[in-house]
């Protein structure tokens, strides 16, 4: 439920204040002292007074003669109610969200039921409690329900719980029993939400419909791969046409046709390179995804760690108590390897990486107090921790690749040191896109405007002036010969790709280490202009790797949660590469990950489970990926 943040509305009530000075004063509220020292009652009417109509004596301000007038008085609250009732854009209502506050409702209790819903027993338990439970813990509860009914009530109830155990069965497979009924929609993941569409779609048993899924295997462990694959034979076999865009070789091996794009990425690509069946495609020798569908495929790119070398160079030894759905749990991981966590969704990877072993380093490391669950942390020599995710790359719609990847400052100063700059006496300052003389004074900038759209969210468009160039035309006169033997502005490199730009470069050492180091992690099609905000969560990963490259890291722990999201599995093999480039600098990697390819490349796997919420948790099995694969209490062991 929303309500009014009464803080925060006072700044409205201070705006309407001297329009309302004369009706509150009549009203018993003093307006000769600041808002702080009123008493409480008075307060209570600026907030909540009643919404009647007064008249009122007062002087003109223009004419400073007496009037007279009838005024409603809008108390804050109410001021704040009745333009919530008036917003019609989201632009609107982004303007009053710093008046309101949103918490649990107080009358059902967040639950949603009214008091009646709330009331009837089924099994000892109202439909509220029903609702909180997860699907994992609600199906033996609804098995049960027939049964405890009168005799002439069991056919329907029989009919009604076979519907929600066929649903459920769905929702099951895709991995999504640690879920609960009244989960909110906006909580859940892509991935997640995916997922639920999907079983809806089964259950709804359409025919003669087109099913586009856009990467539904991310987030998904390999064991619930099984149950994705199961809900796209039930819509073929009802007649559904299904089109899959994703790069799990486990998914695609399902697939009755594939159609493969490339060769590369950005410029090289959008082509159809291959298409026919998978055994088509794997020995296709134009294909880049048919040797990774062979049955001759090797995952296993990196050395080996023998088992008994493992914790050569030292361990991190983490102890917890009892969090969230996580039991405690007393976990040691090897330093200066390659420690992959993995587990089904909803086992508690992310609670013993992200909420436990990275808050109890940095507090190790800091000195400052543990994180309440956490008993002990031990990691001698380890001075920095360093999270690798997937969140957008800053909000500064000026960030760009080059900007990121400290090129762009490099490429201002080449170009302020050519002819044409100094005839025009320019200043490297004068290149930059924030402040420089050379910007576009259009967008400022940016590379795109905004339009006001009437009843419509405001609209981005590409600046009309520098078409999204962010630099005005007198930035194009200013040239520089490159190694290829054309000449280029410093707009124009910035419309490059990383490779394009990489290959046109000349003389400039250091510029084209950090360009190649871009290429290295399988960035070469982004052009340098691109915005980071606009990235993928990948891209972003990939991207803030590159200043850590080259790097001395032996007091280094890199957190990676889930890399391989989104990437083919070529691109899995480069991050692979990357992985170890910064092993063989001293740097101790723990990841979170489903991807195989990723597993079976760990020098240690720790393998949470066995199901997710209530029924995860643990930690199952935990070694080389040769013992993991011999475990049989780990199913991720049965995929490697």
Not at 352 to 377: D, F
Request: hydrophobic share 35%; aromatic share 6%.
């Amino acid at each position: 439920s929303k309500t009014i943040d009464e803080g925060a509305v006072v700044v409205w009530g201070t705006l309407m204040w001297s329009l309302m000075k004369d009706i509150v004063r009549t009203m018993g509220v003093r307006t000769d002292v600041p808002f702080r020292d009123l008493t409480p009652e008075e307060k209570e009417i600026v907030y909540h007074g009643e919404l009647k109509k007064h008249h009122i004596h007062y002087v003109n301000p223009n004419t400073l003669e007496p009037a007279e007038m009838d005024f409603n008085y809008y108390s804050a609250v109410n001021s704040v109610k009745n333009a919530l009732a008036k917003v019609k854009d989201e632009k609107g209502m982004k303007r009053l969200e710093k008046y309101l506050e949103e918490d649990v409702c107080p009358d059902c209790g967040g639950t949603r039921l009214s008091e009646a819903a709330r009331g009837p027993r089924l099994r000892g338990i109202g439909l509220d409690q029903a609702s909180a439970m997860t699907l994992s813990e609600l199906i033996p509860w609804v098995q049960g329900v027939p049964s405890s009914l009168p005799e002439e009530m069991r056919p329907m109830a029989e009919n009604i719980c076979e519907s929600f155990m066929d649903v459920s069965k769905r929702l099951m497979d895709l991995g999504l029993g640690y879920l609960s009924l009244d989960r909110a929609a906006s909580t859940l993941s892509t991935g997640e939400r995916q997922r639920v569409q999907l079983a809806r779609a089964v259950r709804n048993r359409t025919t003669g419909v087109l099913y586009v899924l856009d990467e539904p295997s991310i987030g998904l462990h390999p064991y619930n791969l099984q149950g994705l694959t199961g809900v796209m034979d039930d819509l073929q076999s009802d007649g559904n046409s299904v089109i899959l865009v994703d790069h799990d070789t486990q998914v695609l091996k399902h697939a009755d046709w594939m159609i493969e794009m490339g060769k590369g990425a950005g410029a090289e690509g959008g082509t159809i390179i291959s298409q026919g069946t998978v055994e088509d495609i794997s020995k296709n020798p134009v294909s880049v995804i048919g040797p990774y569908l062979s049955d001759d495929y090797e995952s296993r790119i990196r050395p080996v760690t023998k088992r008994e070398a493992l914790f050569d160079k030292g361990a991190i030894h983490l102890e917890t108590g009892a969090i969230h759905t996580v039991h405690p749990l007393d976990v040691r991981i090897p330093m200066g390897r390659l420690t992959v966590v993995t587990g089904v969704s909803g086992s508690g990877k992310t609670t013993m990486v992200l909420e436990s072993l990275i808050p109890a380093l940095r507090a190790e490391i800091s000195g400052q107090k543990l994180p309440s669950h956490v008993k002990k942390v031990e990691a001698d020599g380890i001075t920095q921790v360093k999270l690798i995710d997937a969140t957008p790359i800053g909000i500064n719609v000026r960030s760009t690749v080059a900007t990121y990847a400290n090129v762009h400052d490099g490429l201002r100063k080449v170009y302020a040191r050519t002819a044409d700059a100094k005839e025009h006496h320019y200043k490297a300052g004068d290149f930059s896109y924030n402040t420089g003389k050379l910007r576009c004074p259009t967008c400022d900038g940016t590379g795109e405007i905004s339009l006001d759209v009437q009843f419509l969210p405001d609209v981005q468009i590409p600046c009309p002036d520098c078409r999204g160039s962010r630099y005005r035309k007198e930035a194009y006169d200013i040239h520089r010969k490159a190694k290829d033997g054309k000449e280029y502005s410093l707009p124009e490199l910035m419309n490059m790709s990383v490779d394009q730009v990489l290959n046109a470069l000349g003389g400039l050492k250091l510029l084209q280490q950090r360009l190649q180091v871009l290429h290295d992690l399988g960035l070469g099609y982004l052009t340098l202009g691109e915005e980071t905000p606009g990235l993928s969560g990948g891209e972003a990963q990939r991207l803030k790797l590159a200043s850590e490259m080259g790097k001395g890291q032996s007091d280094s722990v890199f957190v990676f949660d889930e890399p391989t999201i989104g990437l083919h599995p070529q691109d899995v093999r480069t991050l692979l590469h990357v992985f170890q480039t910064l092993i063989d600098h001293g740097a101790t990697l723990v990841v979170i990950e489903h991807d195989l390819d990723v597993i079976r490349n760990a020098d240690y796997i720790v393998d949470m489970g066995p199901g997710g919420g209530k029924e995860g948790g643990r930690i199952i099995a935990r070694g080389t990926p040769e013992e993991i694969r011999q475990n049989t209490d780990s199913l991720t062991g049965r995929f490697i």
